[in-house]
């Protein structure tokens, strides 16, 4: 007894879309053979209102195929608080064993402890863009004069660093 498959051959293509969208296929993220190191970047205590050196992530191919990068960007809680000073993927297609760069600084705009997430988008199939999140976390400080009395009666300022709050006096 023969049996004709010949009928099922258009059955396939339905078949592999549904189990991708029940969640039974692998998923999307896993064909962008991209990855970035290091997966966060931290950075010293900075003045509000300063900003500080680079600091570098990159972003490379590891694996056979090539790899899209979408587009760089901050987001996360505190965005503004940190700039991308240079970079480098935006737009690559990154072939296998290459890579690109992102720079970004620390410039607080206000005190105490800041985070955000460097965000680069990658195309996977379908043209969906599935981002890698970098942890970006700093802490910034205030610094505000304080008034004293110098010798002869004469008033003068001295800096004083004080984390997270400004005061005057």
Do not use: Y
């Not at 189990?19 to 999307?28: F, I, M, R, V």
């Not at 500080?52 to 899209?68: A, D, E, I, T």
């Not at 965005?79 to 000073?85: K, N, V």
């Not at 981002?131 to 400080?141: C, D, N, Y």
């Amino acid at each position: 007894m023969d049996i004709d498959l010949v009928p099922f051959r258009r059955l396939v293509p339905a078949v592999l879309l549904a189990l991708g969208a029940c969640g039974l296929w692998p998923t999307l993220a896993a064909a962008t053979p991209l990855g970035a190191a290091p997966s966060s970047l931290s950075f010293a205590q900075e003045l509000v209102g300063k900003t500080s050196s680079s600091q570098g992530v990159s972003v490379s191919n590891p694996l056979p195929g090539r790899g899209q990068v979408e587009g760089v960007s901050i987001g996360g809680a505190d965005p503004d608080d940190f700039e991308i000073t240079a970079e480098s993927c935006a737009g690559a297609a990154l072939e296998p064993f290459e890579g690109c760069e992102v720079e970004v600084a620390f410039a607080p705009q206000a005190g105490g402890a800041r985070s955000a997430v460097l965000e680069i988008g990658l195309e996977g199939e379908a043209t969906l863009v599935v981002p890698l999140a970098i942890a970006l976390t700093g802490v910034s400080l205030f610094f505000a004069a304080r008034s004293f009395i110098a010798d002869a009666g004469k008033t003068a300022s001295v800096g004083q660093r004080i984390a997270g709050l400004a005061t005057a006096s």
